[in-house]
C-alpha cells in the first residue's frame, strides 16, 4: 500500500514563507511526476507545480517566482517552498504523484495540509 503525507503547513503572515514536505511510502518501484495542488474554501482544486521525473517544473501563473518545487528521488519526497506568501494563497495543499508499485501504475493524493495566510 502506498502513502504520501504531508508536513509543513501552518498559519504565516502575508509575506512570508512556508515550505511543504510529501513524504511517499510503501511499495514503490519508481515516482513520476510529482504535484502540488491547492483548494480553497468554495473553490475547485487547481494545480499549483509540477515536477517530472527528470526534474523539470511547471508552475501557475500565481505562484511563478514566488514558489519553488524541488524533489528528493532517493527519499521519495516532494518539496513545495512558498516564498512571498499572499492572504489568497491560503488553502489546503495536496500533494499527488504517479507512482509505479509491482501492482502497476496510478495516481495518489495526500490528505492535505492547511495553509493560512492573514493579512
Known amino acids: 500500500q502506498v502513502q504520501l503525507v504531508e508536513s509543513g503547513g501552518g498559519l504565516v503572515q502575508a509575506g512570508g514563507s512556508l515550505g511543504l514536505s510529501c513524504a511517499a511510502s510503501?511499495?514503490?518501484?519508481?515516482?513520476?511526476?510529482m504535484r502540488w495542488y491547492r483548494q480553497a474554501p468554495g473553490k475547485q482544486r487547481e494545480w499549483v507545480a509540477v515536477i517530472t521525473s527528470g526534474g523539470s517544473t511547471t508552475y501557475v501563473d500565481s505562484v511563478k517566482g514566488r514558489f519553488t518545487i524541488s524533489r528528493d528521488n532517493a527519499q521519495n519526497t516532494v518539496y513545495l517552498q512558498m516564498n512571498s506568501l499572499k492572504p489568497e494563497d491560503t488553502a489546503v495543499y495536496y500533494c499527488n504523484a504517479d507512482i509505479q508499485t509491482t501492482y502497476g501504475s496510478r495516481n495518489y493524493w495526500g490528505q492535505g495540509t492547511q495553509v493560512t495566510v492573514s493579512s
Open positions: 510503501g511499495s514503490i518501484f519508481s515516482i513520476n511526476t
